[in-house]
């Protein structure tokens, strides 16, 4: 408990530093450091509000219900690629996997995970980010679209 405590007060000035940071312009020094979770992050919440939020559809379309697919299509994208960088498809189809046996033999085996278990881990990454390419796509597509 104490070392949490300080380690709060140890990385206080800093939180604050990137506060400002990104008050002043959008984001801190430290949200480059692994941009991809970051935006990420800032992406899906901020689909999320569009899609729930809007007051129009892009002109080209027939119907806010047809915008309103898209944006969900996008949501559902990103989601998927915050799974490929989470990356807890094991715990998923194997939990407790990584759990370490007390007998060294097994420890020095390696980790339990059943063949099977990493090729369905290969198929959900797969399919993940083919979603999630799908997503990038229509992004792509209907950056300039993305206003309310």
């Known amino acids: 408990m104490f070392r949490r405590t300080f380690t709060k007060i140890r990385d206080f000035p800093q939180k604050v530093e990137r506060f400002i940071q990104r008050g002043r312009r959008g984001w801190a020094d430290s949200d480059t450091w692994d941009m991809h979770c970051y935006l990420i992050k800032v992406i899906i919440p901020m689909l999320k509000y569009l899609k729930s939020n809007n007051h129009g559809f892009p002109g080209s379309l027939k119907s806010s219900d047809e915008w ?4 969900s299509e996008m949501i559902s994208g990103f989601e998927a690629g915050k799974r ?15 759990e370490a046996s007390k007998e060294t033999k097994e420890l020095l085996s390696g980790l339990n995970i059943k063949p ?14 083919k979603q999630f390419h799908k997503a990038m796509r229509l992004m792509d597509k209907w950056f300039f679209n993305l206003w309310d």
């Open 116 to 129: 099977s278990s990493r090729i369905e881990e290969r198929k959900r990454m797969k399919a993940d980010e």
């Open 68 to 71: 309103s697919n898209i944006l």
């Open 84 to 98: 490929v960088l989470d990356d807890n498809y094991l715990d998923e189809i194997q939990p407790g996997w990584c």
